[in-house]
């Protein structure tokens, strides 16, 4: 049996220990533990350790310096970062210095679990394929509703509030690529202090590794990469780079969401191509039923074959919500996978900063989420077992 590598874990405080054992036993990876101000008292033991996670703040001189000539003294030995909420200059100032990746902190185990694998067997995930799935929403019409909808799908993908106690936990990503009038981090309350802007400054250098270190993490579990502070000209994103950016997320995350513009941009039809699934969403009226009629045709012209789940949303009252999906699949030929209620409570948890489905989660906009979340899953289950291989490995 191959014996296990050795990883020593230094953070600041002492509460943090991997939960699952069995996890790392099967990476092949043996933890253990010390405190961050004992690592000068290593010595002899630092020689038994494949690997050392040590806690940081990036922007200290003092602690960076600490960090390299820790790195010096460890030949050979994969030394990873973590630090809260770096930027992309504290990353490439990480990177200077001899980290060999930069995982944000508080320390997310299936994250951290990730990166060592990636530095004690390079070229391991590369070569695989990214194992989760990528789902990108698409509004018919302005005022749709799509990041509302987008956001809350994702919370309840990783652990939403309200259902089934059995129900499954994923690691979820989004990605704001609505570069103009993105405001994801606005409607989670985040303040990230990096966002797309790095990614895209970044695109001749960019990783797996470097796209963990930009993700702001969300106290629901969602790791975001936050919209552009300014107006962002919509082809600053090149389609490679568009389409290596939903790979990397794909590789570290079970699900990706992709919050797209309304406006259709070159590389619009090939994220929508390589997505497993596509979210549609259309308001209850004439505008709406247009716009869809407009996207579908343009992901027909397109040659998108990936799955469609469309979604009508701001349904006022019971009577809408009985006639109108009806009315409107009809008018599409396409079926209304989920009716979403008009709720003013939307408006009272985006002003609290909050999702609706954590501040007001018996409303009967949350249950219809609720159910919304459930039915996209069993169609990804669905397409998955109809073509094992991940969208975001088609060549």
């Known amino acids: 049996m191959k014996k296990p590598r050795k990883v020593l874990i230094a953070t600041k405080t002492d509460d943090f220990r991997f939960p699952d054992p069995s996890a790392a036993e099967r990476a092949g990876i043996q933890f253990e533990y010390a405190p961050h101000h004992a690592l000068g008292t290593l010595n002899g033991k630092a020689l038994e350790l494949s690997a050392l996670?040590?806690?940081i703040d990036a922007g200290s001189p003092d602690a960076l310096r600490e960090f390299e000539g820790l790195a010096e003294a460890l030949p050979g030995r994969a030394v990873i970062a973590a630090t809260p909420s770096a930027d992309s200059g504290d990353i490439r100032r990480l990177f200077r210095a001899g980290a060999a990746d930069?995982?944000?902190s508080p320390l997310a185990p299936e994250t951290l679990l990730n990166a060592l694998v990636d530095v004690l067997e390079p070229g391991r995930s590369g070569a695989e394929s990214p194992k989760g799935q990528v789902i990108s929403v698409i509004k018919a019409a302005g005022g749709a509703g799509a990041t509302t909808v987008a956001l809350n799908l994702a919370r309840l993908f990783c652990g939403g509030t309200g259902g089934k106690r059995?129900?499954?936990?994923?690691t979820t990503c989004v990605l704001d690529l609505d570069l103009q009038f993105g405001d994801t981090d606005v409607a989670l309350n985040l303040e990230p202090r990096?966002?797309?802007?790095?990614?895209?400054?970044?695109?001749?250098?960019?990783?797996?590794?470097?796209?963990?270190?930009?993700?702001?993490?969300?106290?629901?579990?969602?790791?975001?990469?936050?919209?552009?502070?300014?107006?962002?000209?919509?082809?600053?994103?090149?389609t490679r780079f568009a389409l290596s950016l939903l790979d990397a997320a794909a590789r570290a995350h079970e699900i990706t969401m992709v919050d797209l513009p309304g406006s259709w941009t070159d590389w619009t039809v090939p994220v929508l191509a390589r997505s497993d699934l596509i979210v549609l969403v259309a308001p209850s009226n004439v505008a709406g039923v247009a716009g869809a009629r407009r996207v579908l045709d343009g992901l027909q012209e397109g040659g998108v074959t990936a799955p469609v789940f469309f979604v009508v949303s701001k349904l006022a009252g019971f009577a809408d919500a009985l006639e109108k999906p009806g009315r409107?699949?009809?008018?599409l030929a396409l079926p209304v996978d989920a009716g979403l209620a008009f709720d003013s409570q939307a408006v009272r948890a985006a002003d609290r900063g909050k999702l609706i489905v954590d501040a007001f989660p018996n409303t009967r906009l949350s249950k219809d989420l609720r159910s919304a979340s459930q039915k996209i899953q069993q169609k990804l289950a669905a397409a998955a077992s109809l073509n094992p291989t991940p969208a975001g490995a088609h060549p």
Do not use: M, Y
């Not at 990096?194 to 590794?209: L, M, W, Y």
């Not at 963990?212 to 994103?237: F, K, N, W, Y």
């Open 53 to 55: 996670v040590l806690e």
């Open 102 to 104: 930069v995982v944000a």
């Open 166 to 170: 059995s129900a499954e936990r994923r």
């Open 194 to 238: 990096s966002t797309v802007v790095d990614v895209i400054q970044a695109q001749e250098r960019f990783d797996g590794r470097f796209l963990e270190g930009v993700l702001t993490q969300h106290e629901s579990g969602i790791r975001l990469l936050g919209p552009a502070p300014s107006l962002v000209p919509l082809d600053a994103i090149s």
């Open 328 to 331: 409107i699949g009809k008018t």
